[in-house]
């Protein structure tokens, strides 16, 4: 009687389980926060929360108000981004289960792109003046793009709480399911660190931003990078794992 084959790892459900992953992506949370400060402060527009964008569209809207071209520049550039993303985490995948590496290289180069994105406006905010109208709208597109893709990303390796940028979704677990709401307080410690990380990135991308622009993007971009680096590595491990 044959033995059955034992399941291959982090399949169909995402990489729910995988014990390295969920750090790198507190790093991505971390320039997030980051990026998305400095879009608040100088390009007057969220590029990855977009509940902000859309707030500010209806503000518009209800003050009777011409819209302003930077949050519809922003809705369209992260959509353009979530559908590029979408297809570049889906593409080679079949119906069947998908193994742990794959997934982890997926996001790996998802990553990639956002860094490079992130650099590109970061390049022109150094050489170009971000209130001039059309590098302004540049740089939310190119930021905009990339935090489409993130978010692509996050969402392909499924993890739980770490599906960027669901703050408000985590914020809201760490209350509901503590022990004084009567729940069983899972992945408290990992809610915890994600809402810590966006606020700290967010007060360092400020201030950052304050001095130069193009010196807290390029903080955020070091952070992607770092955090692309680890996840190729990951997918190199989780690869040699199988083998």
């Known amino acids: 009687m044959s033995q059955p084959q034992a399941p291959t790892p982090l399949l169909a459900q995402g990489l729910q389980g995988h014990p390295h992953l969920p750090p790198v992506l507190l790093v991505v949370s971390f320039a997030t926060g980051v ?7 100088h390009l007057k ?9 859309l707030i500010l ?3 518009h809207l209800g003050e009777s108000k011409p819209l302003d071209l ?3 520049i922003a809705l369209a550039s992260f959509g353009c981004g979530a559908a590029l993303g979408g297809r570049l985490t889906r593409h080679g995948f079949g119906t069947g289960a998908i193994p742990a590496s794959m997934r982890i290289h997926k996001l ?5 792109l956002v860094t490079l994105l992130v650099l590109g406006a970061t390049t022109l905010a150094a050489f170009a003046d971000v209130t001039v109208p059309t590098v302004h709208y ?4 190119l930021l905009g793009l990339a935090m489409g893709i993130q978010i692509a990303g996050s969402r392909q390796a499924a993890v739980l709480d770490m ?3 669901a703050a408000t979704m985590i914020l809201h677990g760490l209350f509901f399911d503590s022990a004084i709401a009567g729940g069983k307080g899972d992945r408290q410690g990992r809610r915890f660190c994600v809402i810590v990380v966006l606020v700290i990135g967010a007060c ?22 770092t955090a692309t680096t680890a996840t190729y590595a990951l997918a190199r491990q989780s690869s040699a794992d199988m083998t």
């Open 138 to 141: 540049s740089a939310i597109v």
């Open 108 to 112: 790996a180069l998802a990553l990639t």
């Open 45 to 53: 527009v969220f590029t990855a929360y977009m509940t902000g964008t």
């Open 70 to 72: 930077p949050p519809l």
């Open 163 to 165: 599906t960027i940028p």
């Open 204 to 225: 360092i991308g400020a201030a950052l931003s304050l001095w130069h622009v193009w010196a807290g993007l390029l903080f955020g971009a070091l952070l992607l990078a």
């Open 35 to 41: 990026i998305d400060a400095i879009c608040l402060l």
């Open 57 to 59: 569209i209806g503000i």
